[in-house]
């Protein structure tokens, strides 16, 4: 592990590594997951024949595939079989979703567990999945992320709420279209992004100055290992940069697992970098499971022969 002293967030990257240490009898393990468009049977064939091709109308209908969705992900009993399988083998406590289509859609997948979920009335709404006997808390969505709801809102949840060992989590799934090129660029995907970063830092400050533990989690749609080698450089606007600076001190930004190698969830995907993650106040980060990190991939044969989700799961153990 490899530690950059800046002020502000901890980014814990998660990687390929796989757990090599029994898990803690006191820990829980937090993860996130992209599920793809995970609608239920039902829902899915009743919108993919009104399907649209049109981004400013679906936005407006909300309830509207794109018509790629509508051609090539919808899934047979057996894609939802397997996805079962993995999510029993993930066998998180607190998993972030994101691109579900709320608590039926999830409930397929996690049968075991109650949900928070965002309350827009599009078919990606972002949750929190919490294993049954972990006491909880939703609160309401944090709406300001949404920018009007042209994108998704961000779900908190407050775990072991009143106690000692209470943690607060907000999930996200950010703009995407602006994987590595400046934030303060031309493209319009990057502005909108970019637009995004003062509602997370005000989030993040309002933790820090109530003494909560904190984390974030979910699917960024940003490089942050690549942005920590422009920030280095000096040169335009970071995500990192943006959420790093604070005038709360005592707080480092902590990179673990940050030079693993990259792999796809399955072959033949072509992405080639991490932008699901799991950040963590310090206070958390330091109850961490020593070589906890986790990513789960598919099997070759499950790559080639099921629908799953262009994103596989990553998680962390800690201590609350």
Known sequence: MYRLRIPALL?????T???????????????????????????????????????????????????????????????????????????ADVIALEEVDGPDAARQLFSQYRFCFTGSNALQNNGFAIRRGIPFHCEAD???????????????VVLYPGSSHEVHLLGVHL????????????????????????????????QVRAG???????????DLLGEQRTMAAGSH??????????????????????????????????????????????????RRVPNSVDRLVWSPEDGARRILSDHCPVAVRIVP
């Open 237 to 286: 606007l970071t995500m990192i940069g943006a959420l790093s600076h604070s005038e709360s001190p005592g707080y480092f930004l902590a990179s673990a697992a940050g030079r693993e190698d990259f792999r796809n969830c399955v072959r033949g995907q072509r992405h080639n970098g991490f932008i699901d993650y799991i950040l963590l106040s310090e206070a958390l980060f330091n």
């Open 17 to 91: 590594m796989n757990s090599s240490t029994a898990a803690d009898a006191n820990s829980i393990k937090l993860a996130t997951w992209n599920l793809e468009w995970l609608l239920t049977p039902q829902t899915f064939s009743a919108l993919k024949g009104t399907c649209s091709s049109d981004d400013s109308e679906r936005r407006a209908a909300r309830r509207r595939l794109p018509c790629n969705v509508a051609r090539t992900l919808e899934r047979s009993s057996s894609d939802y079989a397997a996805l079962r399988h993995y999510a029993g083998l993930l066998d």
């Open 11 to 15: 980014l814990l990257v998660l990687s």
């Open 142 to 156: 944090l709406q300001e992320l949404s920018l009007g709801d042209s994108v998704r809102r961000g779900a908190v």
């Open 175 to 206: 703009k995407s279209g602006c994987p590595r090129q400046p934030l303060d660029g031309a493209l319009q995907a990057c502005r909108l992004l970019a637009r995004q970063l003062p509602v997370l830092k005000a989030w993040i400050e309002s």
């Open 212 to 222: 909560h533990r904190f984390g974030l989690m979910g699917d960024f749609n940003r």
